[in-house]
T-cell receptor, first 114, second 111 residues
């Protein structure tokens, strides 16, 4: 089975711009979660999508949004970029196993905001 | 807000030594997961513990979930340079696939 793929792997933007990141989950996985990883804050949950619906949301401003398509692929969008949005954005594909979700992370998209 | 405190933050040891990483919270989690992350990659799931008091072994790694499901530990026996990496604990609560991560323990094992 192919793993979780994220595109692009690296991105450089300037303040005020907007960006869209893409995630293709493992085939058959309907849950896709997004996380932001920074040296100062560690890994923080952004949101989770399941069957095209946002099921959980973390504590991030409305500039961060996402969506999921019928094939389970997901995108996240960040509008009006700020310097502090520079981070590794990780997507995780999840499947329920033994009463809890097993998550499989992609390699991430490294976003640099200048 | 649920928090997971992980300790120590950094650990540098010699090959062959044993070590333990701790993950503590005041919140109860339905399950707790341990991940290992290497530079330039996403975290890789090592184990999921679900039942209070549960102990799982993965070769030289032993994972324990506290009786009250608020804390967990990872013990590595006879560490090897290949164990070097960032170890993360993550707790799950409620419905859905949402994890609260600890701050991570950066382990370096010197040959």
């Amino acid at each position: 089975k192919a793993g979780v793929t994220q595109t692009p792997r690296y991105l450089i933007k300037t303040r005020g711009q907007q960006v869209t990141l893409s995630c293709s989950p493992i085939s058959g996985h309907r849950s896709v979660s997004w996380y932001q990883q920074t040296p100062g804050q560690g890994l923080q949950f952004l949101f989770e999508y399941f069957s095209e619906t946002q099921r959980n949301k973390g504590n991030f401003p409305g500039r961060f949004s996402g969506r999921q398509f019928s094939n389970s692929r997901s995108e996240m969008n960040v509008s009006t970029l700020e310097l502090g949005d520079s981070a590794l954005y990780l997507c995780a594909s999840g499947i329920l196993a033994g009463g809890s979700y097993e998550q499989f992370f992609g390699p991430g998209t490294r976003l640099t905001v200048l | 807000t649920q928090l997971l405190e992980q300790s120590p933050q950094f650990l540098s040891i010699q090959e062959g030594e044993n070590l333990t990483v701790y993950c503590n919270s005041s919140s109860v989690f339905s399950s707790l997961q341990w991940y290992r992350q290497e530079p330039g990659e996403g975290p890789v799931l090592l184990v999921t513990v679900v039942t209070g008091g549960e102990v799982k072994k993965l070769k030289r790694l032993t994972f324990q979930f506290g009786d009250a499901r608020k804390d967990s530990s990872l013990h590595i026996t006879a560490a090897q340079p290949g164990d070097t990496g960032l170890y993360l604990c993550a707790g799950a609560t409620g419905a859905g696939n949402m994890l609260t991560f600890g701050g991570g323990t950066r382990l370096m094992v010197k040959p």
